[in-house]
C-alpha cells in the first residue's frame, strides 16, 4: 500500500511510504513514476543485500540499508531485513514489509513529522530515516547484552539444556547483527562517492550516521567476544561436570567388581578349597568389605576422586 504522508508544515519535498509492495502498487510507480522493472525487483527483494545503485535513465537513486528484526517464536534470534528507499527529484520512497514496519512506525506521531518536516531538503530527510535506522543495531545489542548477563548468573548455580541453546540463540543474533552493520557501512561510505548530491546539513547528519554505525560494530564485536568467552566458559564447566560423572561411575563399577567376582566363585555349586565350614560365607563377606575399602582408598591415595 502507499500512502503519501502529509507533513504539518509545507516541504518543497514528499514522502511515500510503501508497505508490503503489491502487484497493484508496482504497476502505480511504473505508470506515475516511471520506476523501471529493475527498480522494482530490487524494492521487492527481501534479501537484498545493503547497497547503492543509480538509475541514469529515471535519475533515481537507490539505497538498500539492513535493519534488525526482533526474535519471533518461529525464528528465536535476531535476524536482519533490508528496508530500501527510493529518491527521485524532490520525492523519497520507503519500501518496508511487516517486519521492518517498526523503523517508520513512530512518524506516525505528529511530533516526529513536524521534526522531519525541519529538514531543509530530500537527502536531509533521507539521511534522518537512516540515523534512525542505525540507532536499532544498538537496542538489539543493548538486549543481548542483558539477556546474556541473565544466563550468566544462571550458569554461575548450575547448566542445562535450555540455557545453553538460549546462548547458542545470542551468538547467532550477534553474527546476524555484525554481518549487517558492516554491510551498511559499506553502503554508507559509498554514499560519499555516489551521484547524490548531500545538502550541508545532510551531509554533516551522514557522518553522524556512520559514527553511530562505527559505535554499533564496535559494541557487537565486544559482545561477540564476551558472549564467545561465556560460551567457551560453559563448555568446559559441562566438559567438567561429565567427567566428574564419568569418573564417579568409573570408580564405583571397579568397587562393584570384587562382590561380583568373590561371589561368582564362592557362588559356584562345586567343592571349593580352604572354606568348609558353616560360616565360610561371613570370612567372604568381611573379605569383600575389606578389598572394597582398599580399593577406595587406594583410588583416593592417587586421586581418582
Request: charged share 20%.
Amino acid at each position: 500500500m502507499i500512502k503519501q504522508k502529509i507533513f504539518p508544515i509545507d516541504t518543497d519535498y514528499s514522502w511515500y511510504d510503501i508497505s508490503g509492495l503489491s502487484q497493484d502498487d508496482s504497476r502505480q510507480l511504473q505508470s506515475e513514476f516511471y520506476f523501471t522493472p529493475e527498480i522494482i525487483s530490487y524494492v521487492s527483494d527481501r534479501h537484498e543485500r545493503p547497497h547503492y545503485d543509480y538509475d541514469k535513465y529515471t535519475d533515481t537513486h537507490l539505497l538498500v540499508y539492513d535493519v534488525p528484526v526482533w526474535p519471533t517464536a518461529a525464528s528465536k534470534h535476531f535476524i536482519s531485513r533490508p528496508i530500501t528507499f527510493l529518491l527521485q527529484d524532490k520525492n523519497l520512497f520507503t519500501f518496508h514489509t511487516v517486519e521492518t514496519s517498526y523503523v517508520f512506525d513512530e512518524f506516525n506521531d505528529p511530533q516526529m513529522l513536524r521534526r522531519l518536516s525541519h529538514a531543509q531538503d530530500v537527502t536531509e530527510l533521507l539521511v534522518t530515516f537512516l540515523m534512525f535506522a542505525s540507532q536499532y543495531f544498538q537496542r538489539a545489542v543493548t538486549q543481548l547484552d542483558a539477556e546474556r548477563n541473565d544466563l550468566d548468573a544462571k550458569l554461575s548455580d548450575d547448566i542445562n539444556n535450555q540455557d545453553l541453546v538460549e546462548l547458542s540463540n545470542i551468538e547467532k543474533s550477534l553474527v546476524y547483527l555484525s554481518s549487517s552493520i558492516q554491510t551498511d557501512q559499506m553502503m554508507l561510505n559509498s554514499l560519499q562517492h555516489s551521484q547524490l548530491t548531500f545538502s550541508k546539513p545532510a551531509k554533516e547528519r551522514l557522518d553522524d550516521v556512520l559514527i553511530e554505525s562505527s559505535q554499533s560494530s564496535e559494541m557487537v564485536q565486544i559482545s561477540r567476544q564476551v558472549t564467545k568467552t561465556l560460551s567457551s566458559t560453559s563448555n568446559n564447566m559441562m566438559n567438567n561436570n561429565l567427567n566428574d560423572t564419568m569418573q564417579f561411575l568409573t570408580v564405583w563399577s571397579l568397587v562393584l567388581t570384587i562382590p561380583t567376582i568373590l561371589t561368582g566363585f564362592y557362588g559356584m555349586n562345586v567343592k571349593l578349597p580352604i572354606f568348609n565350614a558353616a560360616y565360610d560365607w561371613i570370612v567372604i563377606v568381611i573379605l569383600m568389605v575389606a578389598l572394597m575399602v582398599w580399593l577406595i582408598l587406594l583410588m583416593r591415595k592417587h586421586h581418582f576422586f
